[in-house]
């Protein structure tokens, strides 16, 4: 008799008999994650940097000013200065070429969020895949692929990122490239490391036993059960991405100018924070935002998967 | 043991190796314009033809990687193409400001953070925790270049605009010609890399400690009756700090490869700011070399966590 069964037979007094339910270790994740204030403010302000990115045309529109448009009459003081926030229709000033930093920062959010998302997917699958394998065959497979990640881990990334970038010359798919490579070995390592561990255990053995080829059982067996740490990881990999992206474009190798990005934006207002307080500030809260939110949310995914897990965030 | 050290010496010579034909390959394979801009406007094909020739670029990939390895290992790290000195003694010239900077900022983040975490294990969840964790949070989401921008902001611009100038925002002064000077100006810089590198360390005392707490032995250093401080200090941190070991020889190997950002905002001539010059200039001998340098920092800094690892658990001599 299921349990099922008993809540039939046995109507509460209180009203009609409901059926007892048991709940999947996701849905329980899911309803802890739907608990956590933090998550659900992180995960609405990264909702509302995505809409500030997609709808980034509209804005332009509505300002009247494209993100590349130097307004030198109405966007610079008589000194050829930039002009502050609210003068002459420019809502948060413009730069020291006379462009709104309003348009330029939401365009600036569709670089930063594309780069940080499409190169984290890169090399979480990279990764994955490379770590199943690995960790699945052992032995000389998985020797020469560890120490593979440990010679990636190894390279001065920054240094290397800088001159891989100056050789093929600045664009978005060389930053999503290189970011890529430098991560993807982080996670390999980890998903290597519980593959050896999970590879011991008695359900891969029976599947093996039943005549599954590697591939079925890497994918179909192993895979689901790296799926909550990866996700952990991959959350937590995005504001690396970011931040890594807004770097390459403050020392100029990021996306080619004038395209706008964050970290271009800053660098540019090297010069002028003294007199445009507004030029390095807006993107600069901006970054800091979303860096802020994708981490948050990374912690709370990784408390509602793993509760028992040591917090670095306690609640 | 001595087996375990030339085991790791010689896989750090391999990832030297790899690094320096991954290196190589990436920037003799591409077409280079060098000899036209040391040329200059008015070079005819000749003259080009020549510069390219005195330079070997002429001659046959694996010719000139050769001739790179041989003049490697004789510590030639070639000949600048638009500075007209070494590679080597450009680099090692301006390696005491990188180290200076490093080491610097080391101490720094090495006692703040472990302090701050040591202070936030102790008492989970009380006020110091919490406090600690809003700096984890903005040290690792706040980008280098960002912070240091907010200090020349508000600690040089702003108190210098109320008359106070005792942190100044750009510039080195060597050690040797006058130390208090060289400490003013290094004091931003040595915040601006501490505190962000700190946020992690702090996060890695923390975790550390508050599972090696959770220990048996722990539990028995406190019921034979030793004093809180003895049982976290003596005892728990000893066995809680070899992960932050591990990280610290990781980071200052890293950085002795040049603080790029740090020394680019600071206007602090050394390596790593070099190296940004280099690359937008496209001066390939010095790329090479301060690659290699960093590669070579980051391997020596990898051996000796490895050995000190193995010195503190003998269960790591594999």
């Known amino acids: 008799m299921s349990v099922t069964d008993l809540a039939q037979v046995a109507p509460s007094a209180t009203g009609p008999a409901l059926a007892v339910q048991g709940r999947s270790p996701w849905q329980l994740a899911w309803a802890r994650l739907r608990k956590d204030k933090t998550a659900i403010i992180s995960a609405v302000v990264i909702v509302l940097l995505v809409a500030f990115a997609v709808f980034a045309g509209v804005i332009a529109h509505l300002a009247g000013h494209g993100p590349n448009d130097q307004f030198?009459?109405?966007?610079?003081?008589?000194?050829?200065?930039?002009?502050?926030?609210?003068?002459?229709?420019?809502?948060?000033?413009?730069?020291?070429?006379?462009?709104?930093?309003?348009?330029?920062?939401?365009?600036?959010?569709?670089?930063?969020?594309?780069?940080?998302?499409?190169?984290?997917?890169?090399?979480?699958?990279?990764?994955?895949?490379?770590?199943l394998v690995a960790g699945y065959y052992r032995g000389a497979i998985d020797t020469a692929l560890a120490r593979f990640m440990d010679v990636v881990l190894a390279f001065p990334f920054l240094l290397f990122a800088i001159a891989l970038v100056s050789v093929f010359h600045p664009s978005v798919a060389i930053s999503i490239g290189v970011i890529a490579f430098f991560s993807w070995a982080a996670i390999g390592r980890i998903v290597r490391g519980q593959t050896l561990s999970l590879r011991e255990k008695?359900?891969?053995?029976?599947?093996?036993?039943?005549?599954?080829?590697?591939?079925?059982?890497?994918?179909?067996?192993?895979?689901?059960?790296?799926?909550?740490?990866?996700?952990?990881?991959?959350?937590?990999?995005?504001?690396?991405?970011?931040?890594?992206?807004?770097?390459l474009s403050f020392l100029g190798l990021g996306v080619a100018p004038p395209t706008a990005s964050w970290g271009g934006t800053i660098s540019d207002s090297l010069s002028f924070y003294r007199v445009a307080w507004w030029f390095p500030l807006f993107p600069g809260i901006a970054l800091l935002i979303t860096t802020l939110a994708f981490n948050l949310l990374g912690d709370s995914v990784r408390d509602a998967l793993d509760p028992t897990a040591q917090r670095a965030l306690a609640q | 043991m001595f087996r375990f050290i030339v085991r790791r010496s010689l896989f750090g010579l391999l990832v030297l190796w790899i690094v320096s034909v991954a290196v190589f390959v990436l920037f003799f394979i591409t077409p280079s314009n060098v000899a036209r801009t040391l040329g200059g406007k008015l070079a005819t094909p000749a003259t080009i033809a020549l510069i390219n020739h005195r330079l070997?670029?002429?001659r046959p990939l694996i010719a000139q990687y050769g001739h790179f390895v041989w003049r490697l290992l004789h510590g030639d790290l070639g000949y600048s193409y638009y500075n007209s000195a070494p590679v080597r003694q450009l680099l090692f010239s301006r390696l005491p400001i990188t180290a200076s900077l490093v080491f610097g900022a080391a101490i720094i983040w090495l006692v703040g953070g472990v302090a701050v975490g040591v202070l936030a294990a102790r008492k989970p969840r009380s006020l110091a925790d919490r406090g600690s964790t809003l700096f984890v949070l903005t040290g690792l989401s706040m980008p280098t270049f960002l912070l240091g921008l907010l200090f020349i902001y508000f600690l040089f611009f702003r108190l210098h605009l109320a008359g106070v100038d005792w942190f100044?925002?750009?510039?080195?002064?060597?050690?040797?010609q006058n130390p208090a000077?060289?400490?003013?100006?290094?004091?931003?810089?040595?915040?601006?890399?501490?505190?962000?590198?700190?946020?992690?360390?702090?996060?890695?005392?923390?975790?550390?400690?508050?599972?090696?707490?959770?220990?048996?032995?722990?539990?028995?250093?406190?019921?034979?009756?030793?004093?809180?401080?003895?049982?976290?200090?003596?005892?728990g941190l000893r066995s809680a700090l070899t992960p932050v070991v591990t990280q610290f020889g990781i980071d200052v190997g890293t950085l002795l490869g040049g603080a790029i950002v740090t020394e680019q905002i600071f206007g602090l001539?050394?390596?790593?700011?070099?190296?940004?010059?280099?690359?937008?200039?496209?001066?390939?001998?010095?790329?090479?070399?301060?690659?290699?340098?960093?590669?070579?920092?980051?391997?020596?800094?990898?051996?000796?966590?490895?050995?000190?690892?193995?010195?503190?658990?003998?269960?790591?001599?594999?």
């Open chain 2, 56 to 58: 070997g670029l002429d």
């Open chain 1, 202 to 247: 008695e359900f891969v053995e029976a599947a093996h036993s039943l005549g599954c080829s590697d591939l079925r059982i890497m994918f179909v067996d192993l895979l689901p059960n790296l799926v909550a740490p990866v996700i952990v990881l991959a959350t937590l990999l995005i504001p690396t991405a970011i931040v890594f992206e807004a770097t």
């Open chain 1, 72 to 131: 030198h009459d109405t966007g610079l003081t008589v000194d050829g200065l930039p002009v502050g926030p609210g003068h002459h229709g420019f809502l948060l000033g413009t730069d020291n070429l006379g462009r709104d930093i309003l348009v330029r920062v939401a365009y600036g959010a569709r670089i930063s969020l594309m780069v940080g998302v499409v190169s984290t997917l890169l090399a979480t699958v990279a990764g994955v895949v490379i770590g």
């Open chain 2, 181 to 235: 000077s060289w400490a003013q100006h290094l004091i931003l810089p040595w915040l601006t890399l501490a505190l962000v590198t700190a946020a992690t360390y702090s996060r890695l005392t923390r975790s550390s400690l508050l599972e090696v707490l959770g220990e048996d032995y722990i539990r028995t250093a406190r019921s034979k009756g030793l004093s809180e401080q003895a049982v976290v200090y003596k005892h």
């Open chain 2, 168 to 176: 100044p925002a750009a510039g080195y002064i060597p050690l040797t």
């Open chain 2, 269 to 318: 001539g050394g390596v790593g700011q070099f190296s940004v010059q280099a690359v937008l200039t496209q001066d390939l001998p010095v790329i090479i070399g301060t690659v290699l340098l960093a590669a070579f920092f980051i391997v020596v800094g990898n051996l000796i966590v490895d050995v000190l690892y193995a010195v503190l658990d003998p269960r790591v001599r594999l």
